[in-house]
């Protein structure tokens, strides 16, 4: 397939005509370069990237519901008073009780047991449990047993989140193709007509100097010439219009790039012989749609929500423990360590989980339905773009029977021109309507190149418009037929 544009040296322009010491340079690009390049270098599909790395670890960070959780809790109080029983008011009582029972000890043994109990109620009769000034540095550990499924759920709500992302940013990687298309048809559509608005205005040019010849002949009425000096200031500023309109879709492609330069684009605009049925096409967008795609993912994470409300209804265990390995006066009657088992089950909540378990029900009942409508909606879609298709495939035919007419029209006209049988007028019109019907075919097989991508993009397929503009049956599209 020829994959080169039929540019003229004249198209490299800006917005008025310009000297060649001073065209601007373009750099050559094919569409498999912008389509790699736009992949790479699009702040869209980088942002979208880091989404989905961002994506990815959660879905990660959801695995460590599953594993113990271990903690270091270090710390340091200082109480009030020190915890301990303090007994020194019955030392009165007990001394009083013992000095009556003394006269009964016998004479030998009565000054040994005074002796006791002087320094028994001379001692201090305080007992400290633990000093005001105390700190310790220990660990926890808590390992979950069964909560209801609630774990089990929030990592599949990750995994289908993550997945979700994915196909968030496939749908975007199939927009962004489609408007390359756009952008980089729309950008050899308009140095073409540049091309062709430029060939109008050389060639009015030369039929007003033959105008002006001929009146000076008097061959010629005033008012043919001035006829011709109008369509030239049309045709010029056509030229300047189309001009604005290419350096408008330049800078479009280049925000779809990622770039900032001047391009030259070398495929060409394209039709194809034959299509794969309509069927075929819708039957790929119920597969591969991302739209479609996340929807069905989105049901996935209603039922789960499901589930997540029906373990409110479930009891809850876990496993716990913890221990000191460095205190500070801590008193040695606390125990070190401990271990156990926690068991939580909710009675009443004032309803609340049943009505949020059956909102959950009702959110997967609404989504299904969003679900089909979805379908419904990307089949009709597919069907429009399809015909529309076909439509501009259809209408490139006449156009072409038009092209040829134009042109032999154009071809009789100028030899008419020759023999002074027609008037300028005439000729100035017939390259006019050749000039139309050419900017029409280019126009039209724009079109079509832009409802192709549009149609892969909803069968989900837009990575596969590279194929189609190498398969072996695509027209190539430009000045002329041929």
Known sequence: MAMGLAFSATARTAASPESPDTLPIYRPLTLDDALTLMLTENSALKAAAHEAHAAAQQRRAAIGLRMPQIGVTGAYTYL??????????????????????????PDGLRPEIAGYVQQ?????????????????????????????????????????????????????????????????????????????RRRVVDGVRRHLADA????????????????????????????????????????????????????????????????????????LALEQNPLLRQVGLKYRLAEEGVKVQRADFLPQVAAVGGGTFYNYQVSGLLPRWAVGVGVRIKIFDGLSREYNYSAARATVRRVGELRTQAENDVSVLVEQLYNELMNYRNRMRSLDASLAFAESYLRMKDAAFREGIATSTELIDAELDLAGVQTERLQNAYNYDLMLARLLEAAGISSEFGAYVRRPDVVVVSFDKN
Request: proline share 2%.
């Open 212 to 283: 002006e010849a001929l009146e000076r002949d008097g061959m010629i009425a005033q008012s043919e010439r001035l006829y011709v000096e109008f369509k030239l200031a049309d045709a010029e500023r056509e030229l300047s219009d189309a001009q604005l309109q290419m350096q408008t879709i330049a800078a479009a492609l280049n925000n779809t790039l990622g770039r900032n330069d001047m391009w030259r684009p070398l495929t060409a605009m394209f039709l194809l012989d034959g299509l794969e049925s309509r069927a075929y096409f819708q039957e």
């Open 80 to 105: 009030a008073k020190e915890i301990g029983f303090d007994f020194n008011h019955l030392k009165t009582p007990v001394g009083e009780v013992a000095g009556k029972l003394l006269p009964l000890v």
């Open 120 to 196: 028994l109620t001379g001692a201090d009769w305080s007992i400290e449990l633990q000093n005001r000034s105390v700190g310790f540095v220990g660990g926890e550990v808590s390992v979950p047993i069964w909560l209801g499924g609630k774990i089990n759920a929030a990592n599949r709500v990750a995994k289908i989140n993550e997945a979700t992302v994915d196909e968030q940013s496939l749908q975007m990687r199939n927009a962004l193709v489609s408007e390359l298309v756009e952008r980089y048809f729309g950008l050899a559509l308009a140095m073409q007509v540049v091309d062709v």
